[in-house]
């Protein structure tokens, strides 16, 4: 089993849906939960990031953790198009690398 | 602040060739990464340096090597590159050490054909 799992898409909404992103993980020592965003021939860049279980919110994102049940989610409120991006989840434990998940390509269309 | 950058952003190489890429930051960060970005693969550890003078293994190390010039910079370099070696590579970096976040700052890429 993978240490992070995370369903690949693509996934094609309409501008203002709701959009659920998700991950699964293995190891119950990750301890720091992050979302990163990728537009098209560019590099990641962090959107968010948590350490606890529950909810962040940040604007029209919103991060969950679920640690019982080792899963962590993205929704965003009001899609836009500008949102069409590559989302990446990223975990840690107590060290400083980051394990990856595959990424889900996101396309909200206008 | 230019924050990482990468250079170059485009090769091409034929079989048996080598290069290094280069890495280089201006945030001052202690720790260093190098990435590849595959399709379906999502982005796998090259090799990493926790600190200045100090470089280990990721989790796909094979046909690389890396030099941790000084604090600024940090480059890979493929000794005899090989078709598989063909990715989009990215450099990072960090706070590093006990930083609560540690978030990992990213380059622009360097995409790699190996023919």
């Known amino acids: 089993q993978k240490e992070v799992e995370q369903d690949p898409g693509p996934l094609s909404v309409p501008e203002g849906a709701i959009v659920s992103l998700n991950c699964t993980y293995s190891?119950?020592?990750?301890?720091?939960f992050m979302w990163y965003r990728q537009y098209s021939r560019k590099g990641p860049e962090l959107l968010m990031y948590t350490y606890s279980s529950g909810n962040k919110e940040d604007g029209r994102f919103t991060a969950q953790v679920d640690k019982s049940s080792k899963y962590i989610s993205l929704f965003i409120r009001d899609s836009q198009p500008s949102d069409s991006a590559t989302y990446l989840c990223a975990i840690r434990g107590s060290n400083y690398k980051l394990t990856f998940g595959k990424g889900t390509l996101l396309t909200v269309n206008p | 602040n230019a924050g990482v950058t990468q250079t170059p952003k485009f090769q091409v190489l034929k079989t048996g060739q080598s290069m290094t890429l280069q890495c280089a930051q201006d945030?001052?960060?202690?720790?260093m990464y190098w990435y590849r970005q595959d399709p379906g693969m999502g982005l796998r550890l090259i090799y990493y340096s926790a600190s200045e003078g100090t470089t280990d293994k990721g989790e796909v190390p094979n046909g690389y090597n890396v030099s941790r010039l000084n604090k600024r910079e940090f480059s890979l370099r493929l000794e005899s590159a090989a078709p598989s070696q063909t990715s989009v590579y990215f450099c990072?970096?960090?706070?590093?050490?006990?930083?609560?976040?540690?978030?990992?700052?990213f380059g622009p890429g360097t995409r790699l054909t190996v023919l």
């Open positions: 945030m001052n960060h202690n720790s």
């Open positions: 990072a970096s960090s706070v590093g050490g006990g930083s609560f976040n540690n978030e990992q700052f």
């Open positions: 190891n119950s020592a990750f301890q720091y």
